[in-house]
Every structure is written in C-alpha cells, then in structure tokens.
C-alpha cells in the first residue's frame, strides 16, 4: 500500500532569485532522505511561491521492505573451543546479533570456515519515520539567512507554518514553536488559511485561495497573458528569461496588464530606459516590429483583474520618477568632460591595498601595451590603447552610472562617442567588462579583448601581491571569473600570447609599485596555477578526460588555443588503435630519459651498436627538424610515426650499457626526444590501461 506524502515550508516572502534553488534543495535532500531509507516512490513533484516551499511524494510505501541482512562473526577456529564449546568472542557475537548461540551457523569464505548469520529484518512503518523531516528542514542552506526572535535557528525567512501530511495523517514535530498540521495560507490578501485533507487535494486547494501553487504553470500563465497583449496591441514584447524567472518567484496569482510613459523619454539611451524598467520596476519593454523601444511596458500584478487601471497608473507614476531622475543625470553628464571625469578618479579608491582606480589605469596601462607588442599590433593599434588605457573608468564618476551600475561601461562607451573619442576606443570602454559571468558574452573587438586580458590580469596580479586570494568558496572581487575571463578571451581570439612571459611582467609592474606583500617567485607561482585551474575547468566542460588535462596542463600552459587544441586533440583520439601503444612508447622514452644527468646534449653516432639506434637518431633529428613548423596534429602524427622506430630500438639496446660512455650517449637521444614529448604533453600522466 502506498499514499502520498505532503512537506510545505510557510514563510514570510522570500528573495525572488532564491525559491527555485531551494526548493530544488528540498527536492533533493527529500529524495535522497527517502532513499537512505529504503523507502519506495513513484515520483516528487514541488511547488513554490514567494511564501512557501512544497514537496509532495507520490505514491510514498507505508512501510519499508522487509528484508534478510547478513552478518558474518568470527572463524571457527575462535569460534569454537577445543571442546566444540562456543567461545566469548562467538558468544558476544550472538548477543550483540540478538540470537541464540545454538542458532549459529558457519559458512566457508575463501577457504576459511567463518560464523554466518542471515536475519530478517522487517521494514519500519513510514509514519514512524517520518518526522526525521524536521532534520531535512532545518539542514537547508541558503545564500541568505536571517535569525529571528530568540531561535538559534538560521533561516532564509521566518517559518510561519508547516505542514507534513502522510495521506490524512499529520506527521508530527515542531519547528521555532511552529508545529506541522495540515493547514496551508492563500495569497496574502485574496485568500486565507484551508484546510488539506489529502496531499492530492495542495494544489486544487491553493488556487481556491488565489496561490498558483505549480512554478511552472505560473510562468506559462505570465506568458501566455503577454502573449494574448502582443496579439491584441500588435507590440513586440521580448521576455527576458532571467526577468521572467524573477517576476515569476515574486507573484502567486500572476495578471499582466500594460501601461505607459511619456515619449519625450525616448530621447534617453535604450539602455537607460530599459534598465530602468527591468532592473528596477521587473517590468517588460515593449518594442516594434524594427526592434525599436515604443512608450509602453508590461507589469505582473500579484492579484487578480480587478482595479487594473488603478494598478497601471501606480506603476506609471512610480517609473515616471525613476525616468525623470535618470533623465536629470544623463542631462548633468553630459556637462562633464572626460578629462574632468578622469581627475575624479584620482580620488576613488579601487582598494585599500591597490591604490586608486587613476593607480590601477596606470598599471593596466603598462601590461596592455605588453601584450599589445607580443601581438605585433600596430602603432595606430597601440595608440588607441593608450588612450582607452588613460580613459576606461571615467563613467563610474557619472551620476547615471552612480544610480544604475549595471549600465558601467555602456554610458562609458556611449559619453565617448558624444565627446568624439575613435568608436574602437568607445567599444572597449563597454567590452573591458566582459565576460560578467562565467559563461557571458565575451568582448569582440581586438582592443576591447586585449584591454579586458590586461584589465583582469592586473586585478588578479594585484590581489595576489597583497596576499588577498580566494578560499574555498570565498572570492569577493571575483578572481576566479576574472582568470576564467582571461583563458576564454584568449581562447576565443586564438591569440598566440606567451601568457607566463605577460604574468612574469605583471608581477614587476606590480611590485615596481610597491605592492610586495610576499615575494615574486611566490606570486608568479600562485597566479600560475590558479590560470591553470581555471583552464582545467574550461577543458572539463568540454568533456575532456581528466587524465588528458593532467597531462596536457602539466606540459605549461604558455600559449593557450595551442594547448586547449593539444587537449582537444589527446582526447578525440583517445580510442583510436594507435593511441595506446604511442602513448605507451613515449611514456617509456619520458621515464628513461629522466635518468639523463643533464647540461649539453651531444650525441656521438659513431658510438650506436645497431642500426636500431641509427633509425632513432635520425628520425629524432628530422623531427627536430620539422617541429617548428608542423601544426598540432602534425606534431602528434608525427609521434605516432616514431613508435616503431621507439619499439624496435627498445627491443634492440640496451640503454643502461655498462660502457659509460655508450650509456650516457643512448640517454642524451632519449632525453632529445623526450623534450619534444613533454612539451606536447606529460604523456606518461595518460592513462591507457
């Protein structure tokens, strides 16, 4: 027999961004509570809203299964005296397994004879485990978290109610004083409290009392109200995803209704009106058929029809004001200079440690016409880095960006190009931010990439100098996006940046200007394998074995689209006939070679003793040959090529002769060939077992 089981969490109004994260938490924590319990189910289905979170599992067993648990004691041979009397340690076996002595029974393992025992276990009834649902509660963490009254419990909001409802009985246990029952609240101020008889009757029960209970059936409802506007009005209305999550998370009974504004605000930048409008109110733009902003947008009441134009014209007045006062700081701005605007930086900070933003620019400056003459950029190209080296911060002294952060770099970009500044320089003013996220868009022109490598790498640089580093899942200023951004510009560019050799000059440009917390070797060495760990993390998105990114990673990551290709390469040729004995080969020449006692590498032919030897050299020599100029695949082809010379001179020499001087020759042709190996990869860190 089974019935359906009930778990909803009443709180006060939760944070929008947070309810799908953690009532897929719930979800989960339940899922994984039922199975450690060995309790059946057919399936879990949630529900949320900013007041509740909910779990219903359907078609919960009322009891676990019985079941035979197996034990084995100790061997027969201490289990049994000389006199086939049964020993203290069978005798405390037997107690401690709840049975008579006399019921013991053995059973031969590996050729020993052992004490073995078979109990039928039966199956706890649900209902008495269940209220170990309280842990499940309780255990739940969230990104925010408050305390309330004199609880020592920590909480995302304050539990105002709690229901755990086993078909129709009420699971009991209490949470902060609140106990569980089986009465839930409707919409704050449409509904009220209703009773559930049966977990299959939450969702029927809850719209009676205006909560559209189904996260997903609110937001198709959302969308299909906007779509029904579109038809009717004939407007483009694009939904914004992350918006319409975030609306969806701050209503229970969605009803979208439009209003307007005044056109004279058209005359403000896109960007303005619409982060007004999205970032600031949740409301939806509405544009035409050329894409192109109209005087309208789209709301989500939290209610339903009634009054709807009382509501619009609330949600008039209210963007109204925020149009009016962006208007007034786009109208200040643009009495400001740029040059006026860049003294101002002077005087912010960019962080106790590091100086000011006029510092950082300065530095930033140094490291992107680094990168700019390794590029082979030309001079035209290396002054308008200067310049939006000198220029690229000046909008965070602005009063629009001062009000709306979101818009740093845009109105930079846009400001620029009303004061006359070269449109390259005015994009990378807008791209030197890019990417804002872990997989955001990336900046698209040459001097907006290399502004935002050397942007983000100064930072890094920075941070590490003064001893200021991520741990665990701390990272304030956002270092590991900022090194992630570095490896996916480059990558994207496929630009051929010896990225340690920038690193090395980043660190003395740094520690020119007094930032020495630690030393420089360490510094170099720290940032150099947080680089790496996030190019690790770049190649294991792409499904990239791990051990290939050990190997590949291992090599150096100088340069980066060569080794991503190496990795990329490594990994799809992984399964192919070739690849198992080739690696095996040159992991062979790698471990040997290591014997080498290094200095100058000189190779005497005259003293080989075979011709399997005179095959190795000479392909060795033609491989050094050729390597510079061969292309990534090549370069492994022509490994591949070298195995069966590598195999027949393994069969054919002995490489630790008892002739010095032959010994050392033979490891100085290894060690030769090895270097190319290891610059392509640590082979030998490949596993083709």
Same mark, same amino acid.
């Given at each position: 027999?089974?019935?359906?089981?009930?778990?909803?969490?009443?709180?006060?109004e939760?944070?929008?961004?947070?309810i799908?994260a953690?009532?897929?938490?719930?979800q989960?924590r339940v899922?994984?509570w039922?199975?450690?319990n060995?309790?059946?189910? +057919?399936t879990?289905?949630?529900?949320?809203?900013p007041?509740?979170?909910?779990v219903?599992v359907?078609?919960?067993?009322?009891?676990q299964a019985d *079941?035979?648990e197996e034990s084995k004691?100790?061997a027969?041979?201490?289990a049994?005296?000389?006199?086939?009397?049964?020993s203290?340690?069978a #005798?405390?076996?037997?107690?401690g397994?709840?049975v008579?002595?006399?019921t013991?029974e053995f059973?031969?393992?590996n050729?020993?004879e052992?004490?073995?025992?078979?109990k039928?276990?039966?199956?706890?009834?649900?209902v008495?485990?269940?209220p170990e649902?309280?842990?499940i509660?309780?255990?739940?963490?969230?990104?925010?978290s408050?305390?309330?009254?004199?609880?020592?419990l920590?909480?995302?909001?304050p539990?105002?109610?709690?229901?755990a409802l086993?078909?129709?009985?009420v699971i009991p246990?209490?949470?902060?004083?609140?106990?569980?029952?089986?009465? %839930?609240?409707?919409?704050r101020?449409l509904?009220g409290?209703?009773?559930?008889s049966?977990p299959?009757?939450?969702?029927?029960?809850?719209?009676?009392?205006?909560?559209?209970?189904? /996260?997903?059936?609110?937001?198709?409802?959302?969308?299909?109200?906007?779509?029904?506007?579109?038809a009717?009005?004939?407007w483009?209305i694009p939904?914004?995803?992350?918006?319409l999550?975030e609306?969806? &998370?701050?209503?229970?009974?969605?009803?979208?209704?439009?209003?307007?504004f005044d056109?004279a605000y058209?005359?403000?930048?896109e960007?303005?009106?619409i982060?007004?409008m999205?970032?600031?109110q949740?409301?939806f733009?509405? !544009?035409?058929?050329?894409?192109k902003?109209?005087?309208?947008?789209?709301?989500v *009441?939290?209610?339903?029809?009634?009054?709807?134009?009382?509501?619009? +014209?609330? &949600?008039?007045?209210?963007?109204?004001?925020?149009?009016?006062d962006?208007?007034?700081f786009?109208?200040?701005d643009l009495?400001?200079?740029i040059?006026?605007?860049?003294?101002?930086?002077?005087?912010?900070?960019?962080?106790? +440690?590091?100086?000011t933003l006029?510092e950082?620019?300065v530095?930033?400056?140094k490291?992107?016409l680094?990168?700019?003459?390794?590029?082979?950029?030309?001079e035209?190209?290396k002054?308008k880095? $200067?310049?939006v080296?000198?220029?690229?911060? =000046?909008?965070?002294?602005t009063n629009?960006v001062?009000?709306?952060?979101?818009? #740093?770099?845009?109105?930079?970009?846009?400001?620029?190009?009303l004061?006359?500044e070269?449109?390259e320089v /005015?994009?990378?003013i807008?791209?030197?931010?890019?990417?804002?996220?872990?997989?955001?868009?990336l900046?698209?022109?040459?001097?907006?990439?290399l502004? /935002?490598?050397?942007?983000k790498l100064?930072t890094?640089?920075g941070? =590490?100098?003064?001893?200021?580093?991520p741990?665990?899942? $701390?990272?304030?200023?956002?270092?590991r996006?900022?090194?992630?951004g570095?490896?996916r510009?480059i990558?994207?560019k496929?630009w051929?940046?010896?990225?340690?050799s920038?690193?090395?000059?980043?660190?003395?440009i740094?520690?020119a200007e007094?930032?020495?917390t630690?030393?420089?070797?360490?510094?170099?060495? #720290?940032v150099?394998l947080?680089?790496q &760990?996030r190019?690790r993390?770049?190649?294991s998105d792409?499904?990239?074995r791990?051990d290939?990114?050990?190997?590949?990673?291992?090599a150096?990551?100088?340069?980066v689209?060569e080794?991503?290709e190496?990795?990329?390469?490594l990994n799809k040729?992984?399964?192919?006939?070739?690849f198992?004995? %080739?690696?095996?080969?040159?992991a062979?020449? !790698?471990n040997?070679?290591?014997?080498?006692?290094?200095?100058d590498?000189?190779?005497?032919?005259?003293?080989?003793?075979?011709?399997?030897e005179?095959?190795?050299?000479?392909?060795?020599q033609k491989?050094?040959?050729?390597?510079? %100029?061969l292309?990534?695949?090549?370069?492994l082809r022509?490994f591949?090529?070298l195995?069966? /010379?590598?195999?027949?001179?393994?069969?054919? %020499?002995?490489?630790?002769?008892?002739?010095?001087?032959v010994?050392? &020759? *033979?490891l100085?042709?290894l060690?030769?060939?090895?270097s190319?190996?290891k610059?392509?990869?640590?082979?030998?860190?490949i596993?083709?077992k």
């Amino acid at each position: 027999m089974s019935k359906d089981f009930l778990l909803e969490i009443g709180l006060e109004e939760m944070p929008a961004k947070y309810i799908t994260a953690s009532v897929k938490q719930l979800q989960e924590r339940v899922e994984k509570w039922l199975a450690e319990n060995d309790l059946e189910y +057919k399936t879990t289905e949630v529900y949320s809203s900013p007041r509740r979170l909910s779990v219903i599992v359907k078609d919960l067993a009322e009891k676990q299964a019985d *079941r035979v648990e197996e034990s084995k004691g100790p061997a027969k041979k201490i289990a049994k005296d000389a006199e086939g009397n049964w020993s203290k340690a069978a #005798q405390g076996f037997a107690r401690g397994q709840g049975v008579d002595p006399d019921t013991l029974e053995f059973r031969e393992i590996n050729g020993v004879e052992y004490i073995y025992l078979e109990k039928e276990v039966k199956g706890a009834a649900t209902v008495d485990l269940l209220p170990e649902m309280r842990q499940i509660v309780t255990s739940m963490t969230f990104p925010v978290s408050m305390h309330w009254a004199a609880y020592d419990l920590k909480y995302i909001r304050p539990i105002k109610w709690l229901i755990a409802l086993f078909g129709d009985q009420v699971i009991p246990f209490e949470i902060t004083n609140v106990p569980t029952g089986n009465e %839930t609240r409707g919409h704050r101020f449409l509904g009220g409290s209703v009773a559930i008889s049966n977990p299959a009757e939450y969702e029927e029960a809850l719209l009676s009392q205006f909560v559209v209970a189904d /996260a997903a059936k609110r937001k198709a409802a959302i969308v299909s109200q906007i779509e029904e506007i579109e038809a009717v009005e004939n407007w483009k209305i694009p939904v914004d995803a992350g918006l319409l999550e975030e609306v969806n &998370n701050l209503v229970e009974y969605p009803t979208v209704l439009h209003a307007t504004f005044d056109e004279a605000y058209l005359e403000l930048p896109e960007e303005v009106l619409i982060t007004t409008m999205k970032e600031h109110q949740r409301y939806f733009p509405v !544009v035409d058929e050329a894409g192109k902003l109209r005087p309208y947008f789209i709301t989500v *009441r939290n209610g339903n029809h009634e009054h709807l134009e009382t509501v619009a +014209k609330g &949600n008039e007045k209210v963007l109204r004001a925020r149009l009016s006062d962006a208007d007034f700081f786009y109208q200040e701005d643009l009495k400001i200079t740029i040059d006026e605007a860049v003294a101002k930086l002077n005087n912010i900070v960019f962080h106790e +440690k590091l100086g000011t933003l006029t510092e950082k620019m300065v530095r930033v400056k140094k490291v992107a016409l680094i990168i700019a003459e390794q590029l082979n950029m030309t001079e035209a190209q290396k002054g308008k880095i $200067a310049r939006v080296a000198d220029i690229y911060k =000046f909008d965070l002294v602005t009063n629009l960006v001062g009000e709306f952060p979101e818009l #740093q770099g845009i109105m930079g970009e846009k400001y620029a190009l009303l004061q006359g500044e070269d449109a390259e320089v /005015a994009t990378a003013i807008r791209e030197h931010y890019m990417p804002t996220s872990a997989d955001g868009e990336l900046p698209q022109s040459d001097i907006g990439a290399l502004l /935002a490598v050397a942007d983000k790498l100064e930072t890094l640089t920075g941070f =590490f100098c003064v001893n200021i580093v991520p741990t665990g899942s $701390a990272d304030p200023f956002s270092l590991r996006r900022s090194a992630l951004g570095i490896m996916r510009i480059i990558q994207a560019k496929n630009w051929d940046i010896r990225l340690l050799s920038v690193l090395a000059d980043t660190v003395e440009i740094e520690r020119a200007e007094g930032l020495n917390t630690i030393p420089s070797e360490e510094v170099f060495e #720290q940032v150099e394998l947080f680089l790496q &760990n996030r190019l690790r993390a770049i190649l294991s998105d792409q499904q990239i074995r791990h051990d290939i990114i050990d190997a590949v990673v291992s090599a150096g990551s100088n340069v980066v689209p060569e080794l991503i290709e190496r990795a990329e390469l490594l990994n799809k040729n992984r399964d192919a006939e070739w690849f198992r004995p %080739t690696m095996e080969a040159l992991a062979r020449v !790698v471990n040997i070679s290591k014997k080498h006692q290094g200095g100058d590498i000189t190779i005497d032919p005259g003293l080989f003793e075979n011709e399997s030897e005179q095959q190795l050299f000479d392909a060795v020599q033609k491989l050094k040959q050729d390597y510079p %100029t061969l292309i990534i695949v090549d370069r492994l082809r022509a490994f591949a090529a070298l195995r069966t /010379a590598i195999d027949a001179y393994f069969e054919n %020499t002995l490489v630790m002769s008892d002739d010095e001087a032959v010994r050392n &020759n *033979r490891l100085a042709l290894l060690f030769e060939l090895a270097s190319f190996i290891k610059e392509f990869a640590q082979i030998e860190e490949i596993n083709v077992k």
